[in-house]
């Protein structure tokens, strides 16, 4: 699908030299009276992690490295059925495992003897007798039907498929003086992310900071008694709005570095890449994204144990395609809403717009960083976040190892040295021998910003991208 | 006179004799015709998606603009359940209802999707996809895509892998010391160990073998080529000072009379373009090259 046309914004909107110096303000035309008017705020960002930071708290970590613990999969288990075996009336029948059971390279899998199976077919109930646990990967095992006048298949079958799902119901049965059953272990799962350094700096010397620019960028007394100009103010103001986007960028789409040609840091897996690997992915045809469809998408949250209020970040393309149909046929209606992000006023702060179906109050809300061509004024042929929507449940789930509740994402961040100077942790400095903060004899005026920052994606499952083709 | 129930016969229950005949001969029935129906077997193919490091599932919508293979036009197609035509075209008149509620989607469980023979419309939208790497009238850019699962495929591949390993190692064993001299210097191999010792024959051979194993392709592009020769060559003359590079910056003099050779790109390394320039076609090269020979290296 085409973008949006964009040839209206001229390119680029910015440039990179060490230092601001007078001839560019030249060039850009910047001191002549009849321009500046015109140099508005013209271009809007919605950010994401930075109001989530602001609703819902970030959370301090004193190392690089955190990692928390999930439950590897659900409490019921199943297995299935590798091969199609022929199965007799009333007869013990011998099957092989299903490639998905198997841990510790292969070693190990949930299968106990006297486990009673349900097949999920035909609900059929058998018992396993024997494990022959000798080949890796190949474990083969014998059921036998409860019921003699029973076979031991799927529904509507002689044989017991492969692929079918073997449901596991304990030690039922167990007769009298019964044994001890083998222990079922619940697996746990850790998970790894690591904070990321992101930085950004101005620098103008000592003729562009003197320089009478015509602007009238509020500059406070105390900040003006600081030597800060107001073209300082604005380029430092223009330079830490960008630093936010970038902040706001890495934490949503960027991910994690291991090319040490570049330098050492491990970088972040942002939200978005972890849900690509971790959770769910819909696809969709652009203007099919109708009632069917969100039926299909609240199954899949549903399967997954995801929270009843979950926000919805669509791109423009996929906001269009809610239609004023779904939005009148599903509206929001009586709904206890939550504290923090779950709140009402963060609900309205935002710009949410709700629908409830099925059980879920799902918020949809436009973010404009997906589509390229409102960032950044460019259109590329292909854009990976055209037609692109991220559901995200805002619920909490425990830390399987410590009990530890912990929402679905938390903003995580190390407190910079010298602690953050803005606050949120980062921090902002001044050097160079024409800053207040005289550091050298270079007549330069640099400001630095530096942020450490992570976000922390629990239960991925529960997230699902829903996207377009 | 004894009662039924004093002789143990009470259980018999003579009474309903006829439906406990009715109901075993309903079993019998039923048992017979399951235990002689014809045995259904299932051949599924197998699909998975490119992308390595998905866990969890991915929907794929069952539909797709794709082009035609007989109409030579782009069209619509779309997974129905209960429809046989995949094909837009072939579907007017059907209620909205109906497609709204028979709709499909093909789920990736853990980047594999299985599909039974017999799921002809599935099979056919599968192969006609945008996201099927392996189609050739694939059209525009998927972000996510599949492939058939081709174990023969798979196996050629790794059998070619392992054929090119084993053409580099015996390369490798069976050139002489001088020819291994000459690659080892063209592929970069140390003649000198790591405390600044020269190598030995056998341990400049058993590197020269690992890296043939390492990299079997890379090593087998070079093995024997002329490249190869004129490299050996070209640093020979450098290190016996017969070409001087450094009297004046950028160019390249024999030093015995100072002919000139060449000018030397500042990007460029001398003895690489040296080597680039003996390959040229034009006269100064081949008259550049003559000489090198008469050195005999």
């Known amino acids: 699908m085409a973008g949006i046309p964009t040839s209206n914004i001229l390119q680029p909107g910015s440039i990179s030299l060490q230092t601001q110096n007078r001839q560019l ?3 850009l035309q910047l001191l002549t009276p009849q321009y500046y008017k015109q140099y508005t705020e013209k ?7 930075w109001w989530l930071a602001a609703h819902s708290g970030m959370e301090e970590v004193k190392n690089q490295n955190f990692f928390w613990f999930e439950n590897r999969g659900k409490l019921m288990p199943a297995v299935t059925n590798d091969a199609t075996v022929a199965a007799a009336v009333g007869a013990t029948v011998t099957l ?4 998905e059971a198997y841990y510790n390279s292969g070693t190990e899998t949930p299968l106990r003897v006297n486990e009673t199976l349900r097949i999920a077919s035909s609900n059929i109930e058998g018992v396993i007798l024997t494990i022959d646990d000798s080949v890796p990967y190949a474990f083969t095992f014998t059921v036998a039907p409860k019921q003699t006048t029973q076979r031991f298949a799927s529904a509507g079958s002689n044989s017991l498929l492969a692929g079918e799902v073997l449901l596991f119901g304990g030690d039922a049965d167990a007769g009298e003086a019964s044994t001890q059953i083998n222990p079922l272990i619940q697996l746990d799962e850790r998970y790894d992310n690591n904070i990321t350094q992101i930085r950004d700096g101005w620098s103008n010397t000592d003729l562009a900071q003197m ?6 960028y509020p500059v406070s007394a105390d900040m003006a008694a600081n030597g800060v100009s107001a073209f300082t103010y604005k380029g430092m103001y223009k330079t830490l709005v960008r630093f936010k986007n970038n902040v706001e960028a890495k ?8 090319n040490t ?4 840091s491990q970088g972040t897996q942002g939200i978005i890449p972890k849900v690509v690997a971790d959770g769910e992915t819909v696809g969709y045809t652009p203007g099919t994204l109708d009632i069917a469809k ?5 199954r899949i949250m549903d399967v997954n144990g995801c929270a009843k209020q979950s926000a919805w970040l669509t791109d423009i393309f996929q906001r269009q395609d809610f239609s004023d149909g779904i939005f009148a046929a599903y509206p929001a209606g009586a709904f206890v809403y939550g504290q923090g992000e779950k709140s009402k006023e963060a609900s309205v702060a935002y710009g949410f717009q709700e629908i409830f179906i099925d059980g879920y109050l799902l918020s949809v809300k436009k973010y404009s960083q997906f589509n390229t061509e409102v960032t950044t004024g460019l259109t590329p042929n292909v854009d990976y976040f055209r037609n692109f929507g991220l559901i995200y449940p805002m619920g909490e789930t425990k830390d399987s190892r410590t009990a530890q509740a912990y929402k679905n994402i938390t903003v ?3 407190e910079p040295p010298k602690g953050g100077t803005v606050g949120n942790g980062i921090r902002v400095w001044q050097f160079g021998g024409g800053s207040p903060n005289p550091t050298d004899g270079t007549m330069t005026n640099q400001i630095a910003m530096i942020t450490y920052r992570a976000t922390r994606v629990c239960a991925a499952n529960q997230f699902i991208i829903v996207q377009g083709n | 006179m004894a009662r039924l129930k004093a002789v143990g016969l009470s259980d018999a229950n003579f009474a309903n004799q006829g439906e406990e005949i009715r109901r075993t001969r309903q079993e019998e029935e039923s048992t017979t015709a399951m235990s002689e129906a014809p045995q259904s077997s299932n051949i599924f193919k197998i699909f998975k998606l490119t992308d390595t490091k998905k866990n969890g599932k991915y929907h794929m919508e069952g539909i797709d603009d794709v082009f035609h293979p007989e109409r030579k036009r782009i069209e619509r197609v779309r997974l129905l359940t209960g429809y046989p035509s995949i094909w837009v075209e072939d579907q007017k008149g059907l209620e909205k209802t109906f497609v709204e509620k028979n709709r499909r989607s093909l789920i990736f469980d853990r980047r594999v999707l299985r599909i039974p023979d017999y799921d002809t419309a599935a099979l056919e939208f599968l192969s006609v996809c945008n996201a099927n790497v392996d189609n050739p009238n694939k059209k525009g850019t998927r972000k996510i895509t599949f492939f058939q699962w081709n174990p023969e495929r798979q196996a050629e591949v790794e059998r070619a892998k392992r054929v090119a390993k084993i053409e580099a190692i015996k390369f490798a064993s069976m050139a002489s010391d001088d020819d291994m001299r000459k690659h080892c210097n063209y592929l970069g191999i140390l003649f000198n160990d790591e405390l600044g010792m020269p190598k030995s024959m056998d341990t400049l051979r058993n590197d020269y073998e690992l890296y043939a194993e390492a990299q079997p392709n890379k090593f087998m592009i070079s093995a024997g080529s002329k490249e190869v020769e004129i490299a050996y060559t070209v640093k020979k003359a450098l290190l016996d000072n017969k070409i001087d590079v450094s009297v004046r910056k950028g160019s390249a003099y024999w030093s015995n009379d100072g002919g000139f050779i060449c000018k030397i790109p500042s990007t460029a390394k001398p003895q690489a373009y040296l080597v680039e320039y003996a390959m040229l076609p034009q006269d100064e090269s081949k008259a550049f090259l003559e000489q090198l020979k008469k050195f005999n290296y």
Do not use: K, P
């Open chain 1, 211 to 216: 320089a009478d620019t015509y602007y009238e």
């Open chain 1, 43 to 49: 271009y809007g960002n919605e950010d994401f992690t």
């Open chain 1, 294 to 298: 969100l039926h299909e998408i609240t």
């Open chain 1, 96 to 99: 092989t495992l299903g490639a």
């Open chain 1, 412 to 414: 995580m961040y190390q």
């Open chain 1, 261 to 264: 040609a570049i330098n050492n």
């Open chain 1, 251 to 258: 934490l949503m789409r960027g991910n994690a570095q291991n």
């Open chain 1, 25 to 27: 303000m030249v060039d």
